[in-house]
């Protein structure tokens, strides 16, 4: 078996943890350890091949069973244990801790980290070493589809856990050697304009980045020069082999040796890491450099696909977790596509001849990797920038020529203050030159559908097999399959009409579609930073392909109206409808209806001259579509329920009623429930509200009445299908997309 093939089974069998719904038990995963010894000894060709791909998924299998396990220790109760400051940031007085292990236990392997708050600075920085009493919880993830999927990357990074330093006691205080850096390097940089940026150019450090600057790399698709990756590491590398390049110049002929360029290209791709606070991107980044360099001074000859396949591999074996990281895909699919761009789609051979065709291989590079990579981003971001071609084309040579060398002699000169401030000004100075002219681009971020996502699939597919003239013979196939795809499309029951409630945490947010179009019925929260309309409601709908028409408000509650502004501002065409504000498009009181694509729409609750905005004044609206209706109340209490009961028209059953208040206790009557005679009940809850809602007692009145209960804080989004004579629902946790690291971890679900 070759190491080519070793690499293949390894990766195949690792990444099905992509896709798992649950993660095997101990039981099956010892039975198939078994099965992949006995067939390793069976003289049947192909069986090493089954046996090393068994091997690498109970691998993989085990690594996310050890890190459930952790969690689950780690969050029952409050816990002392040991721990190690990995980063500390004072503006939201939050940890990055490496929980090394609980009181008198065995250390944790594999490693666990944890993001927790303190409430009085003890000089943290990172190296130090504290034993600490910590009261943790485990990450639950607001989770929508198309929307950031922070639970993966919470897996993924294995920072699955957040909480709160309760007790902290001192073993070692002494700051580690990058910390001692960056405080001495703050100094040289702290008051330039672009201090924020050197500093993650530098250090990794991004977390003082302002939002305008975000937005800027966002739209001009040069976020990824300001994260500490294989561009920077290579500089470091590059750097560092010149430097003992110069060195030899003062050898004797016979020291001079390929080997100590390579050497410190070594040594400064390390440091350069250990700055990045060794970052997985950088780290990643650090293993290929040293492979690469390994492979040189062994002397062996392997093709650039076999390098990369080989690194692919072994990052994955060495953590199989990394397999759910985007920006581990990003990295490696960046470079396959490098590869696959220059051996398939060349340029002429008379524009690598002469330095004066460099502008044509830079735009050939850029072309490259903006084409090819349009699927890939499509799919992580939900989007992609039209400017990025033409800003990469001047942001790229000015960072790598000049900003990240000035840097670097930044901080080689820290020892001569002078020199270093000079090095730090320079870098300044040049990422003026970088980022003014990118101000000036128009904003080219495009959040695009998943219908885009299929077109950019199927183009990069055509011109793969126009360029390999796959056409004349696969031609029939193709065509075959596009057809069986499109029947059995055709073939499939489509919904008359259909709702979603969003996972929008504490707060509500229901969207009514019917031919891609739809009606919003409130619009989340708001939070310093942010809001549900911008960061939640805006990209599910673009991603869907849904067009907003109407904004019904049901009260002027902040979890409610949040990101109204927001939908406005991208939508402005969309009409509204509430009962508080003092002019109105259109109210929402008791007696107004409507009809909206053939659905009707009718307002039970509030009574005419209630306009306080309160709970009680929420606009309780009734949707009606052949045999199925639907009750969405907003955050109306008892007294408006009392009311619903004695005055409201509410007439036959109740298919699926939006459960009231987030299912506080002060809602949800049972009278009301059992005159509603409901099937399905729908509530908008986070999981660890201050609130701890739904209640525990609400749920329960819910079943006794014969109601089938889900919540977002269980479910994440809740998608429901209303067919002719049906319907479907279905949760993103359970049904849409069930993964095992989708799940509800640590402690039982009532606990919240």
Not at 242 to 267: E, K
Not at 385 to 401: E, H, V
């Amino acid at each position: 078996m070759t190491w080519t093939q070793v690499s293949i089974w390894s990766i195949l069998g690792i990444l099905p943890l992509l896709f798992l719904p649950r993660l095997p038990t101990t039981g099956s995963v010892t039975m198939l350890l078994i099965a992949a010894v006995v067939i390793g000894w069976l003289p049947i060709k192909g069986s090493a091949y089954i046996s090393l791909l068994l091997f690498a998924f109970c691998w993989a299998v085990w690594q996310g069973q050890t890190l459930m396990r952790d969690i689950s220790t780690l969050t029952q109760h409050p816990v002392t244990v040991e721990a190690r400051v990995i980063s500390h940031d004072a503006a939201r007085r939050a940890l990055t801790l490496h929980v090394i292990a609980l009181r008198d236990g065995p250390q944790l392997f594999p490693p666990v980290y944890a993001r927790v708050y303190y409430q009085q600075n003890q000089g943290w920085c990172s190296g130090q070493q504290w034993q600490m009493q910590l009261s943790l919880r485990p990450v639950h993830a607001l989770l929508n589809e198309g929307g950031y999927d922070a639970q993966r990357f919470a897996v993924a990074s294995r920072k699955p856990l957040t909480g709160r330093v309760t007790l902290a006691t001192a073993l070692d205080t002494q700051c580690n050697w990058r910390e001692r850096i960056i405080q001495r390097a703050e100094k040289h940089y702290t008051g330039l304009h672009y201090a924020p940026l050197l500093r993650a150019l530098a250090f990794g450090e991004r977390d003082l980045l302002s939002a305008d600057i975000r937005k800027l790399l966002r739209d001009t698709g040069t976020a990824h020069l300001m994260a500490i990756s294989g561009m920077h590491i290579g500089l470091a590398a590059g750097f560092g082999a010149m430097l003992g390049r110069f060195m030899q110049l003062m050898f004797p002929a016979r020291h001079i040796s390929y080997r100590w360029p390579l050497f410190w290209a070594m040594l400064f791709a390390l440091a350069y890491t250990g700055l990045s606070g060794s970052q997985p991107p950088a780290m990643r980044a650090l293993f290929a450099t040293g492979f690469w360099l390994g492979i040189k001074l062994a002397g062996i000859n392997i093709t650039r696909w076999q390098v990369w396949l080989y690194c692919v591999a072994a990052l994955l074996v060495s953590d199989p977790l990394t397999v759910l990281s985007d920006s581990f895909w990003l990295s490696v699919l960046a470079v396959a596509t490098l590869f696959a761009g220059y051996q398939f789609f060349p340029l002429p051979p008379r524009f690598l001849q002469h330095k004066r065709w460099w502008i044509v291989r830079l735009i050939h590079l850029q072309l490259l990797m903006t084409l090819l990579f349009v699927p890939l981003q499509i799919l992580i971001f939900n989007g992609i920038s039209y400017t990025a071609l033409l800003a990469n084309l001047w942001a790229i040579p000015l960072i790598t020529l000049v900003t990240v060398p000035a840097i670097l002699l930044g901080l080689l000169s820290l020892p001569w203050p002078a020199l270093s401030a000079m090095g730090w000004k320079a870098a300044n100075l040049s990422l003026a030159w970088t980022l003014v002219p990118l101000q000036h681009l128009p904003e080219g971020w495009i959040t695009v559908s998943r219908f885009a996502l299929l077109m950019a699939v199927c183009a990069g597919g055509i011109i793969f097999a126009f360029r390999f003239t796959l056409w004349r013979y696969l031609a029939a196939t193709l065509c075959a399959s596009a057809w069986l795809v499109i029947s059995w499309r055709e073939s499939e029951e489509q919904p008359v009409w259909q709702m979603d409630m969003l996972d929008v945490g504490h707060g509500l947010a229901v969207v009514i579609t019917k031919d891609r179009h739809s009606v919003l019925y409130d619009a989340g929260g708001r939070w310093e930073g942010g809001d549900a309309g911008e960061r939640i409601i805006a990209p599910w709908l673009r991603w869907q392909g849904i067009t907003p028409e109407q904004l019904i408000l049901s009260h002027a509650h902040l979890d409610h109206r949040g990101g109204a502004e927001s939908l406005r501002k991208q939508w402005p065409a969309m009409t509204e409808r509430n009962n508080f504000s003092a002019s109105p498009v259109f109210a929402c009181h008791q007696g107004e209806q409507w009809v909206w694509r053939g659905l009707q729409f009718k307002v039970l609750y509030p009574p005419q001259g209630m306009t306080k905005g309160g709970n009680n004044d929420s606009c309780v609206l009734l949707i009606e579509a052949g045999p199925h209706r639907v009750l969405l109340t907003g955050d109306m209490e008892r007294s408006a329920e009392q009311y619903l009961l004695t005055h409201g028209s509410i007439g036959r059953p109740i298919t699926v009623l939006q459960v009231p208040h987030h299912g506080s206790n002060t809602s949800s009557i049972a009278p009301l429930l059992r005159r509603l005679q409901g099937e399905h009940a729908l509530a908008s809850a986070a999981r660890f509200s201050p609130w701890r809602l739904p209640a525990k007692k609400v749920i329960q009145r819910y079943k006794h009445a014969g109601y089938q209960w889900w919540d977002t804080a269980q479910s994440g989004q809740i998608h429901v299908d209303f067919f002719s004579n049906q319907v479907r629902i279905k949760g993103l946790r359970e049904q849409i997309l069930p993964r095992w690291y989708h799940q509800w971890f640590g402690v039982p679900r009532d606990s919240r």
